[in-house]
């Protein structure tokens, strides 16, 4: 059988109509670049960021692996390990020119902080409170003796009420602590007298019980402990000993208490408040003293700055109650 030959021109011709056919045929089963079918799977692939969207491949192919960043990388300089994160959102604002390097302690102030976003600079209002209100450390809340005994004191007189108190501290052989106010020490010298001769002891309870007292700046609180312990020394003559001091509200700070200490006296805290002031009967301040009172305690009642007729009733009872429990009366830690 005689093969006819194609002449070369016509060869390559239908060769070249062959492969042309076969590539459209391809596309169709495939789906070619930007046909429906080929935009539903570009869907459902997950994107992959790259380096820079104009970086590709030879003719248009996939970018490199090694031009897509880490997650965070980019063009920002990584923060040095040792590095603390601002706590702010916003990592362009200014740190405040007074802040401190290193994160300090909570602080125990009365002033608000700053919210975040403050401008910087905008603490400067507040720079000298910050030791100001630190808690005190040194109250004493205990009996000198310890055992079984009890420390009654009584605050803001002398009063009118002053008198009653001592006469019944006198029935029953009770020792007290009178913290007293300067203003009342001066009006009433002759109770102030009273009591030392009689066999208790003064405290300082501040010139005129300013409260809240943290609030106060220094020089006034000096001026209140100061003048106070003079102004008892004077009513009472003869220089006596005053060993404690008192804040108003039991206002204790790191730093009224190192005033106190630097002019002799120490902090007198209490361990019972019946809160005989607020006058809230003679019944509750009796059953409240009852309740609490544990050996060593340091009892707060009050002999001046108001009527004080409930008091004295609750301490007709509570007195001989005291004895009846075994309690002696003894003076606060000094």
């Known amino acids: 059988m005689v093969k006819s030959r194609i002449p070369a021109p016509r060869r390559s011709l239908l060769l070249g109509a062959s492969a042309l056919l076969g590539t459209s045929a391809l596309l169709v089963a495939c789906g070619a670049q930007g046909s429906p079918s080929a935009a539903g799977d570009a869907a459902h692939r997950p994107a992959v960021p790259s380096a820079s969207t104009g970086t590709t491949g030879a003719a248009g192919g996939t970018p490199s692996v090694a031009a897509r960043p880490t997650p965070g990388e980019g063009t920002e300089t990584p923060a040095a390990p040792d590095r603390t994160p601002e706590p702010s959102a916003s990592s362009t604002a200014p740190a405040s020119p007074h802040a401190s ?44 003796s310890g055992g079984r005994t009890v420390a009654l004191t009584f605050d803001d007189g002398p009063g009118p009420a002053t008198g009653q108190v001592l006469d019944l501290l006198a029935q029953y052989g009770a020792k007290a602590t009178f913290c007293e106010i300067g203003d009342n020490a001066k009006t009433r010298p002759a109770a102030v007298q009273r009591i030392l001769a009689e066999g208790h002891r003064l405290c300082d309870h501040t010139v005129d019980h300013p409260q809240p007292m943290h609030t106060r700046p220094h020089e006034q609180q000096v001026a209140e402990i100061a003048d106070a312990k003079s102004m008892i020394e004077n009513a009472a003559g003869n220089s006596p000993t005053i060993t404690w001091w008192r804040a108003p509200g039991g206002d204790f700070t790191a730093e009224n208490e190192r005033i106190g200490a630097d002019l002799g006296m120490k902090s007198l805290g209490w361990t019972v408040d019946p809160r005989d002031w607020s006058r809230p009967g003679v019944q509750a301040i009796v059953s409240n003293v009852q309740q609490n009172l544990r050996p060593g305690g340091v009892v707060l009642m009050h002999d001046g700055g108001g009527d004080r007729s409930q008091t004295v009733a609750a301490l007709k009872q509570l007195l001989p109650w005291m004895v009846a429990q075994g309690y002696a009366f003894d003076f606060p830690q000094s």
Not at 116 to 134: F, K, R, Y
């Open 101 to 144: 390097p290193t994160p300090s302690a909570p602080r125990t102030t009365a002033v608000p902080s700053q919210p975040s976003g403050s401008p910087a600079g905008s603490t400067a209002a507040t720079p000298s409170q910050p030791s100001s209100h630190a808690p005190a450390t040194g109250v004493l809340r205990h009996t000198a």
